[in-house]
């Protein structure tokens, strides 16, 4: 009789625990239909996201089925990631007005609440997530060393490693290869030239008894690391939506520990190079971000970790975003022989004499190719805006919802891009589409349908660098080689699955046939 007691207050409990856990994931499902605002059920657990939680496909495909089925009536719906409500934004010219007229309403970037002040500091300088004032200050410190004068005036050094790149192809025993890690070595080769003023040597050949990873640069090797680590704290915010709380109790790192290191002590070896260079009366300033940030240092009392975790934005900016730039533009030429062969034509009438940063900065269809790349894999694809100032906003049937601070607010850039009514055959690679004589690019930003890059105040400030790097990248090695997909390389433009930087699905392997 006992043990029947004992059998049921356990099933007692365990249903009472059931009941409460239930109750806690359910407690805000209510949430946009009490406000009036429409949106697909949310389920227990995964909320608007049951593919993308199991990992059946990427976030952004979820919220692009949403985007298509509510665009038509809706400018915005009501979305929750497993317990959480975010307003779900499907309208564009909304969208535009949130991220510029409406900017002091939403201010702030949602992952400024994904890093921990107690676990680590560099990533708290980034423009990116720093918020309020802050943000306003690290961006204004930052911005002078990405001008287009100081970017021009590196133009020599992005042709030099674009050379290195050729180089490198040649001399490679098979024409097949890895196009993203190459893309890699050319931007941390450079990359490592504009912030430190250093020789990366990124381009070493690996020997038949090492690993390929053995060849690269420790500037190389530690970008890699902190993309790794990001990605997985992006999984691990991902997998605790339901329980933020554990957040707290177990805070993560976007950057390791090592990579915070590395950049700390790179930065004082570099700042000590020059200090000696200058006692000996060799010093001559080159104009790179290091010089930038030691003007800035005394001005702005800026302290160690947050000179080095500006040298850490810039590195992912102009390392990875370009690289993803780069990797995807030579992925679509190579898929399309035409596109491929007017380019490069394009390139090849260049006078030799004329061959300058801004010739090829003014050479339309190279612009209309990266842009149309953007278009396809932006790298800003999903904007996280958190309301920072109380503010309403009506729907397309003139209801209204008001949001208050704290509140998430997504866009969709990725369902712009690839919506329609908006390009027509979006899936398909077509330059032309941004040519001057159709409106170029300012039409589509006008309709607020094209912002890879962001928009407003918070627009990416490493836009013109990582186009810049592109530019040459792909001007250098299309005049240099024809460039073809492998026979195992996919057709279509299914993106990868866990990529919070935007990625075709699988490697992409191109072959490079020399032409000269």
Not at 43 to 46: E, Y
Not at 315 to 321: F, P
Not at 442 to 447: H, L
């Given at each position: 009789m006992l043990s029947f007691t004992v059998i049921g207050v356990f099933c007692l409990f365990v249903s009472v625990i059931f009941t409460l856990v239930t109750l806690?994931?359910?407690?805000h499902f209510d949430y946009w239909r009490k406000r009036g605002v429409h949106g697909p059920q949310p389920?227990?657990?995964?909320g608007t996201f049951p593919k993308s939680s199991a990992g059946q496909c990427n976030l952004l495909e979820e919220l692009h089925e949403i985007y298509l089925r509510y665009k038509a009536t809706q400018k915005y719906v009501g979305i929750f990631t497993a317990r959480t409500p975010k307003?779900?934004?499907c309208d564009p010219q909304l969208a535009?007005?949130?991220l510029t007229q409406h900017f002091k309403h939403f201010r702030d970037n949602e992952s400024s609440q994904w890093t921990n002040a107690h676990v680590e500091q560099m990533r708290l300088s980034s423009p990116f997530v720093s918020i309020g004032e802050e943000w306003k200050a690290r961006r204004s410190e930052l911005v002078p060393a990405l001008t287009l004068n100081k970017i021009r005036s590196f133009y020599s050094v992005m042709r030099d490693s674009a050379q290195k790149t050729i180089d490198f192809l040649a001399a490679a025993s098979t024409q097949t290869q890895d196009v993203k890690e190459v893309a890699n070595r050319y931007t941390a080769q450079f990359m490592s030239n504009f912030i430190w003023g250093i020789e990366a040597n990124a381009f070493a050949v690996p020997s038949k008894t090492t690993a390929p990873s053995a060849s690269l640069s420790p500037v190389h090797c530690m970008a890699r690391d902190i993309i790794s680590q990001s990605l997985q704290c992006v999984r691990y915010y991902g997998r605790t939506a339901a329980w933020p709380w554990l957040r707290k109790l177990h805070p993560v790192r976007f950057f390791p520990i090592a990579a915070d290191r590395f950049f700390q002590q790179l930065l004082v070896d570099a700042v000590k190079a020059r200090s000696k260079q200058a006692t000996e009366g060799g010093g001559v300033r080159r104009g790179d971000v290091i010089d930038h940030l030691q003007q800035l240092r005394d001005k702005k009392s800026l302290n160690g970790i947050q000179i080095a975790g500006h040298t850490t934005t810039i590195?992912?900016?102009?390392?990875?975003?370009a690289a993803i730039l780069i990797a995807h533009c030579l992925l679509l030429l190579a898929r399309n022989a035409r596109v491929q062969q007017k380019l490069r034509e394009e390139l090849l009438s260049i006078d030799g004499a004329d061959d300058s940063?801004?010739?090829l900065n003014e050479l339309p269809y190279l612009e209309q190719c990266l842009q149309e790349t953007l278009r396809l894999f932006p790298p800003l694809s999903t904007l996280f805006k958190l309301c920072t100032k109380t503010i309403t906003l009506q729907n397309a049937d003139k209801s209204i919802v008001t949001l208050h601070p704290g509140d998430a607010v997504y866009i969709?850039?990725?369902?712009f891009h690839r919506d329609a009514d908006y390009f027509e055959n979006p899936e398909t690679f077509w330059p032309e589409r941004f040519a001057e004589e159709l409106g170029g690019v300012?039409?589509?930003?006008?309709?607020g349908v094209f912002m890879p890059f962001g928009d407003g105040p918070r627009m990416c400030p490493g836009m013109k660098l990582g186009l810049a790097e592109a530019k040459v990248a792909v001007s250098e090695l299309v005049r240099s080689f024809q460039v073809t997909p492998a026979s195992n390389m996919r057709t279509d433009n299914k993106i990868a699955a866990d990529s919070f930087l935007l990625t075709l699905d699988g490697t992409i392997e191109l072959e490079f046939k020399r032409l000269n």
């Open positions: 806690y994931l359910r407690w389920n227990l657990l995964t307003l779900f934004i535009l007005q949130i590195l992912i900016d102009g390392y990875e975003t940063f801004d010739v969709s850039t990725y369902s300012r039409k589509y930003r006008e309709m």
